[in-house]
């Protein structure tokens, strides 16, 4: 049963850092791309940043030069470095990632249970 688990959400003054992680487990065959995706509060789901198998990354403009994402691919992680945090980075961060399964062979969109990052002014 694949499973992304999320941590490292919490509440962060105005300026400060926060690094959440996502490791998936289960029966994985291997991992695709994987994103990190954040609601604010009353608004919908959007993607923030988003990374391949290989490393590539991309962000969107709101988060640049703030915001870094890595993988640990050995480890089945990602990571989200949150630097400079401002009030409206506030929301609930999910963890997103195509992975196939083992024995299988397609790929499958999986979503994690999302954690809270709260950031006062």
């Known amino acids: 049963q694949v499973r992304l688990v999320e941590s490292g959400g919490g509440l962060v003054q105005a300026g400060g850092s926060l690094r959440l992680s996502c490791v998936a487990s289960?029966?994985?065959?291997?991992?695709?791309?994987m994103n990190w995706y954040r609601q604010p509060p009353g608004k919908q789901r959007e993607l923030v940043a988003a990374i391949t198998s290989g490393g590539s990354t991309n962000y969107a403009d709101s988060v640049k030069g703030r915001f870094t994402i890595s993988r640990d691919n050995a480890k089945n992680t990602m990571y989200l470095q949150m630097n400079s945090l401002k009030p409206e980075d506030t929301g609930v961060y999910y963890c997103?990632?195509?992975?196939?399964?083992?024995?299988?062979?397609?790929?499958?969109?999986?979503w994690g249970q999302g954690t809270q990052v709260t950031v006062s002014s």
């Open positions: 997103n990632a195509d992975i196939r399964p083992a024995f299988m062979s397609g790929y499958r969109d999986y």
């Open positions: 289960g029966r994985i065959g291997s991992i695709n791309a």
